[in-house]
């Protein structure tokens, strides 16, 4: 099964055990209710950021919905071999997002990290929740938009911030750009 089907399955299966309608769940998360129809039926993996949104209203932690199986620590994810490359988009067309998680497997976590591709074209949207997020460039050049201000990251630079200020990471300069992140939400 695809990890797209995967997730798709994870939170209509966690939606249903809460008996929630789909119109619910789009309430109490803040995410239209089109967007959580098609990431049930497979159509659309989510982004970040609507990932994060599902699993606080249906009161997981984000990996819930990324796990397949238990490793014990430390969990070690060689550059070679990395699992993912999910990007946010409809089956067939893609946003330009690839993201990789780097904690799959670690069911006592608290954060999520994440190795993201991001194209020159991304289609980035601002994002808030709950938590915090760290990122720091590997390459190319990335702009964060981050209260309305807006800050160009060079390869090696980093952001540190409070996650439910609305915010968003693009590649910048018409460039595409790699990044390692790492988001935190309270549970």
Known sequence: MADGCKVAERVRTYRERLQMTVETLAVKSGVNAGVIASVEAGEVYPALGVLVKLSRALGQRLGTFMDDQYRPDPVIVRAGVREGGQTAHK??????FSYFP????????????FYIEIAADAKAQLSSHEGEEF?????????????????????????????????????????????????????
Request: proline share 6%.
């Open 102 to 113: 780097l904690g799959r497997g670690k069911t006592d976590r608290h954060m999520e990290p």
């Open 135 to 187: 990122i720091v460039v590997v390459s190319g050049e990335v702009e964060l938009e981050y209260g309305g201000e807006r800050q160009v990251l060079k390869p090696g630079d980093s952001a540190y911030y409070n996650s439910v200020v609305q915010h968003v990471v693009k590649a910048a300069n018409g460039q595409p750009a790699k990044i390692y992140a790492v988001v935190f939400m309270p549970f």
């Open 91 to 96: 089956a067939g067309a893609s946003d330009g």
